[in-house]
Every structure is written in structure tokens, then in C-alpha cells.
């Protein structure tokens, strides 16, 4: 059957995979780049909270950031689906999108937003 050394072996590999996936994260995903239209990306801090308001010709909404987490509030769209989506984190790797006001807001790895569209050879 199983000897010491097994389990112990097999507590410290589940211990590894547990801290890997909800341990505390590094610096990638600490910054959010919000996009709006064909804006250049507004990039912000998600350790800094803060509330903040966008407004422009087509668009209008209600950015909050508190404890490492996003989400919208106040959009001016009409389905609300960017409100109803809730706070999204750095470990969720997904985005906040509102199609009717071309708005993503997403974490980036740092703030440098840089994004590989292809590679040329």
C-alpha cells in the first residue's frame, strides 16, 4: 500500500498545484486597459481603487476598481449585458465588453499593452 514518503509525496505535488492556480498572483494582470472605440487604451492601476466616469459623444458609463476587481456600473446601454457580466479579476482572464458603446476592458500583462497580432518570417 502507500508509505509515508507516498503521502507525502502526494500532499506537497497537491500543495504545489493548489498554490499555482489560487495562490496570490504575480504582477501580470495588475494592470486594465480600457478601450474605447478607436481611442488609445486607458490603462489603469487594479491595485489603486478607485471610482471612475467615462464620458464622451457615444458613450457613458461608470468604471469601479476595488480590491483587484472591475466591473461596470451606469452603463447607457440599452441590454445592460456589461453591468450584468459582474466584477471580473486578473485570474478570470475575461472582459468586460459593451458592443452598443465599443467598450472592452480587459487585463493586460503590463502596461506596456502590447498585443501580437502575427508573426511575419
Known amino acids: 500500500m502507500f508509505k ?6 502526494y500532499v506537497l505535488l497537491c500543495s504545489v498545484w493548489y498554490f499555482s492556480v489560487y495562490g496570490p498572483s504575480e504582477q501580470n494582470g495588475r494592470f486594465i486597459s480600457v478601450r474605447i472605440g ?5 490603462i489603469l492601476d487594479s491595485t489603486i481603487d478607485l471610482e471612475r466616469h467615462f464620458h464622451g459623444e457615444n458613450f457613458d458609463f461608470t468604471l469601479i476598481i476595488k480590491e483587484g476587481k472591475v466591473h461596470m456600473e451606469k452603463s447607457a446601454c440599452k441590454d445592460k449585458l456589461c453591468e450584468k457580466i459582474g466584477e471580473i479579476d486578473n485570474r478570470d482572464h475575461q472582459s468586460i465588453i ?5 467598450i ?3 487585463f493586460i500583462k503590463d502596461d506596456t ?4 497580432d502575427g508573426i511575419t518570417g
Open 113 to 116: 499593452d502590447e498585443v501580437l
Open 98 to 102: 459593451c458592443l452598443p458603446q465599443k
Open 104 to 106: 472592452i476592458i480587459s
Open 38 to 42: 478607436d481611442q488609445e487604451p486607458i
Open 4 to 9: 509515508k514518503a507516498d503521502l507525502l509525496f
